[in-house]
């Protein structure tokens, strides 16, 4: 049998090492999406519970496995945004806010 040229068999061997992390990737995606089909039902049965009177995040977030660590993620990764909001209203504010602001940071830092 004649062999394969060096070129297409290392052609060969990252078309397989990509296909292998494409159906890791895929199977990551189906357990992650398992995992947010699971924390949106528990979520949606208690919303849904007419003896609730009061919709409790924290209960909700202590009670569904997983549903803290998913929010804060999902924060983090949203912190980009949120400082691009805030550093576009800056320029609204007053003076007065603004030393404010720079009053509770020095505070924080502290």
Known sequence: MPRKPAGAAEE????SAKEHAEKE???????EIENLNTMLAAVL???SDDE?????????????PGLRNWWDQYRERNR???EKEIKQSLGELTLEDLEKIRE???GIKE
């Open 104 to 106: 509770q940071i020095k």
């Open 52 to 64: 609730v009177e009061e919709i409790d995040i924290e209960y909700l977030l202590d009670n569904t």
């Open 80 to 82: 980009k945004h949120i």
């Open 25 to 31: 990737t895929a199977g990551g995606n189906n357990q």
């Open 12 to 15: 060969s061997t990252k078309e």
């Open 45 to 47: 049965n208690y919303l």
